[in-house]
């Protein structure tokens, strides 16, 4: 499967929309220096070219525009500066109407200008907010200590009273002799004691306390006041919750102790003047200090504020620009440069419908940047295997990241998608049978789909966005799932005589039998779905679940079955011989003898009603397929017919796993002897194609290797085929889940709450039965379904043809550097 | 109605809506057969899932029998 015929339509099926991934090409560009940018931003604009990495080599810096990509660097992180200083400031940028055009250059100087602009705003702001917040704090500690003194000095005054009124009262004996001395002496002999007054923060003042007291030895006279209201610290600018204090200390030695603790403690000091006329005096001065300094600031403010509304005006214009640019210089250094250091060489991938667009784009480039010469433009062969491009619209990429989250197809492999569009809603909704529910969907996802406009240019979250990008996809589950519920006949678990009235009717008028031997088949069976009856009989889940069970295999082996017709055709396409006749043939036989049979026999003993016992009848297939089939038999002719399908089994496993690979042993060989033996041709050109091709197709062939390959996946066939089908079992069991708790709700809640004649508790009723349809089943059981589809589709049908090992097409483009920078 | 007619209402309906998808988006061959294939795909879904549920109906082998409570 190695080889690829680019642009070849053969195969079974003619071109189809992406069945096949687009046709690429690797071209080469040939850009003069002088309009390389311009072509580059044109091409970006295109969106059609995929730029190979010609300097892989070298690192970032030793490429041509390193600067440049300097430059633009430098100019998004001013951009991120001010998008940081726009939310703070709490601005955000608005999409601007005017979309001035603007050169990168002038835009470098402008975005300079600004930020040296915002940054002395900020560092002028920040000094006088700081200048502001340590006055606020000297006012506190003014306030807080004129208190202090005031009220020592009270009581000062009222003990000097007191001790006044004593010396004249009880002048007697006992008065020391010496104490009009003492008290006369005390003045001039007294210690100055110093204070120092500030703020504190207060989860340290504990701990301030201790250690001042420690230090000087408990000569110190601490007081505290508590400040209300948390203060901005100057400092840090955050609010901390002070204290105010004043110490009162004696000699030098204690102050500067103090002074040093008081910086270890990141107490503010403050200034303060035990003169009473100098405090008034200060207080005012401050309060004047504070108002002026308070419309600096605010003026400030409004300053700043300008600024960035004028820059939030045009900031998303310049972020793009910014970003187009960096991008561009990132393509450009992708290139290699010239010998003669005159032109720019580029190699990328494109499709082959885009040719004709590049060479506009390349025109338009070089007449735009007055290039004397144009860009050449040339198509290179290559063996290397072309990237992935599914041309994907909003209905079908939903279904195409599906199968990509699984593996990007291989180069022109058939994909997937195209049948997934329809067969992954058709067997979620086989689990998801419910009309009712299936409505719920669909009213969700149509309004999804009404406000699409709406959604797709805002932002949503990751959920909302995997909703919204699945809409289509949603919308397809919706309506298969009010088909399927048709089929089914629940409608939140309820059935509707819709098409007809019930085919059973009891044996006789009493209607005494139909609890013990049930109703009979009166009329023509129920033309569309599930027979109403049923719901609620004793023999509902025996027969749903013997119907639900067949049905799975059914399903199950006609999608495994695509599943191997498409690997016919890319075996075709590829023009593999080797896979259509020893892998795809054998294939086909293998799964339809065994399960094709199976689901024969469940047809025919639909269709005649027999009683035979299909499990018997497929165990004895194998364990003794000569016996007679006796009371099992379905239709005549069956044991031969069984005969002959378990040989063609059993011949088709060897038939997978020997010839194919000695077929390409074989192949290798001739290939390799053909090749020892062409004749030399001296041109260089085809010199060096031959080189090339010498060291492609030199790759060993290692037999062992190949067969072991061959073994596995024959093994895997042949066993996969059997749990395969066992897999599409979970079709059942699903829809068997679904529809018994739809019908446990409807029962337990619903019913229950109705049959109390009792409006509040209907309420409550209604109420948590709309809970747990929406939770349960609405949320829970659509993404068990939905991942059960994924895993039938990823493994049991992409596993019959699907290579997946391809990489994705990356176009250079601008419409998607958006999201991706960041 | 047998299986046959209701199988030609599917047929029929198949070919309708096909015809609409052609009248309707005509956007070149490759997508015409893209639009196609989805549309015979849906009606071949549609009509297995139908056809599975109305044959296991045809002979039924069993019957239902009402619970006690009815």
């Keep these: 499967m190695g080889e690829v015929r680019a642009g070849g339509g053969g195969g079974c099926c003619p071109p189809m929309n992406l069945f096949r991934s687009e046709s690429m090409q690797l071209v080469q560009l040939i850009i003069p220096m002088e309009s390389a940018h311009v072509t580059v931003s044109y091409l970006g604009d295109l969106g059609l070219l995929q730029f190979k990495d010609l300097n892989a080599d070298k690192s970032p810096f030793q490429r ?6 300097k430059k633009s660097g430098e100019m998004a992180r001013r951009l991120r500066f001010f998008k940081d200083q726009m939310l703070k400031a709490g601005f955000s940028p608005k999409k601007s109407a005017t979309q001035a055009d603007i050169n990168i250059d002038d835009l470098e100087v402008k975005l ?9 705003i900020n560092a002028n702001g920040g000094k006088l907010q700081r200048a502001y917040n340590e006055l606020v704090e000297y006012k506190l500690v003014l306030q807080k200590a004129s208190e202090f003194f005031h009220s020592a000095l009270n009581s000062a005054a009222e003990q000097q009273s007191e001790n006044a009124s004593r010396q004249i009262g009880e002048e007697s004996l006992d008065t020391p ?73 004696s000699g030098e030695r204690a102050k500067n102790k103090i002074l040093k603790i ?17 405090q008034d005096h200060m207080v005012t001065e401050v309060s004047g200090r504070l108002s002026e300094l308070k419309t600096t600031i605010d003026v400030g403010l409004l300053q700043r504020d300008n600024l960035l509304q004028t820059i939030g005006d045009q900031f998303e214009q310049w972020e793009f620009l910014v970003r187009k640019e960096k991008s561009i210089y990132h393509t450009l250094n992708m290139l290699s440069l010239d010998v003669t250091k005159k032109c720019l060489v580029a190699e990328g991938w494109s499709p082959v419908f885009a040719t004709k667009l590049i060479q506009d784009a390349l025109q338009r480039a070089s007449f735009d940047s007055n290039s004397q010469v144009g860009a050449i433009f040339q198509i290179l062969q290559t063996k ?36 997934t569009i329809v067969t992954f809603p058709f067997l979620f909704a086989v689990m998801f049978g419910d009309w009712g529910h299936g409505i719920c969907l669909l009213l969700a996802t149509l309004y999804l789909i009404i406000r ?25 589950m919706a309506l298969f799932s009010i088909y399927t519920g048709l089929i089914y006949n629940e409608f939140f678990s309820v059935p509707f005589e819709l098409f007809a009235p019930s085919a059973y009717a009891c044996r006789d008028l009493s209607c005494r039998d139909s609890t013990t031997m049930g109703l009979i088949k009166v009329r023509d069976t129920y033309p569309f779905g599930v027979d109403p009856v049923w719901h609620g009989s004793r023999s509902e889940l025996p027969f749903l679940n013997s119907l639900k069970m067949k049905m799975s295999i059914l399903l199950g082996v006609a999608q495994m079955n695509l599943g191997i017709i498409l690997s016919y055709c890319n075996a ?39 009683q035979a016992d299909l499990y018997h009848v497929m165990i004895y297939m194998f364990l003794s397929p000569t016996d007679d089939l006796g009371e099992n038999q379905l239709f005549p002719g069956q044991k031969t017919l069984q005969l002959a399908l378990l040989l063609l089994a059993l011949v088709a496993v060897p038939w997978m796993l020997i010839p194919k690979p000695f077929i390409l042993k074989k192949q290798h060989q001739d290939r390799h002897r053909g090749h020892s033996y062409t004749p030399l041709e001296s041109s260089e050109d085809n010199f060096q194609l031959g080189a090339n091709h010498d060291s492609h197709d030199h790759e060993e062939f290692e037999f062992s290797e190949v067969f072991v390959h061959q073994l596995i996946h024959t093994i895997e066939f042949v066993l996969g085929s059997v749990s395969n089908t066992a897999s599409y079992l979970r079709l059942w069991a699903l829809s068997l889940a679904h529809s018994e708790l739809s019908s446990v709700f409807y029962d337990k809640l619903l019913m229950l709450a109705w049959g109390y004649n009792n409006v509040i508790i209907l309420i409550v009723g209604i109420i948590v039965f709309i809970c747990a349809t929406v939770g349960v089943l609405l949320v829970m059981e659509t993404l068990s379904a ?30 998607w550097t958006g999201d991706e920078d960041e | 109605m047998g299986f046959l007619v209701t199988t030609l209402i599917f047929v029929v309906i198949g070919i309708i809506a096909s015809l609409c998808t052609r009248i309707c988006c005509n956007r070149g061959p490759s997508t015409n057969l893209f639009h196609l294939t989805l549309v015979i795909t849906a009606t071949v879904c549609c009509w297995m899932m139908w056809a599975i549920v109305y044959l296991a109906q045809m002979k039924p082998l069993i019957v239902p029998i009402l619970s006690e409570g009815e």
Aim: hydrophobic residues 40%.
């Design chain 1, 64 to 69: 041509t525009y390193a600067a440049q990509i």
């Design chain 1, 112 to 120: 300079a200008e600004l930020e040296t602009e915002l940054v002395e």
């Design chain 1, 177 to 249: 002799l010496l104490l009009e001395q003492e008290m006369s002496t005390d003045s001039s002999k007294q210690v100055k004691l110093g204070f120092i007054t500030g703020l504190v923060p207060r989860q340290k003042s504990m701990a301030f306390e201790r250690i001042l007291f420690r230090a000087t030895r408990g000569n110190v006279f601490l007081r505290e006041a508590v400040v209300e209201d948390p203060v901005t610290d100057p400092i840090s600018g955050e609010k901390v919750e002070k204290n105010v204090f004043v110490v009162f200390y």
């Design chain 1, 262 to 278: 008081c910086e270890a403690f990141g107490a503010n000091r403050y200034p303060f003047s035990e003169d009473l006329n100098k």
């Design chain 1, 384 to 419: 290397e295997l072309p990237p992935t491009y599914f041309r994907t619209n909003k209905f079908t990429s939903p279904f195409q990241e599906i199968v990509d989250a699984y593996g990007v197809a291989k180069y022109q492999e058939a994909n997937p998608t195209v049948y």
């Design chain 1, 452 to 476: 699409e406009k709406k959604f797709s240019s805002q932002k949503l979250g990751d959920i909302m966005e995997m909703m919204f990008g699945g809409r289509y996809c949603i919308l397809m």
């Design chain 1, 572 to 610: 075709k396409f590829f023009r593999n011989g080797v896979n259509v006749w020893f892998q795809f043939i054998p294939q086909i036989i293998f799964l339809n003898s065994l399960f094709g049979y199976l689901s024969l026999l469940i047809l025919v003993k639909w269709s005649t009603g027999s």
């Design chain 1, 786 to 815: 939905f991942l059960h589809a994924l895993r039938l589709h990823w493994v049991e049908f992409q596993n019959k043809f699907y290579e997946g090992d391809g990489y994705k097409f990356y176009p250079f483009s601008f419409a």
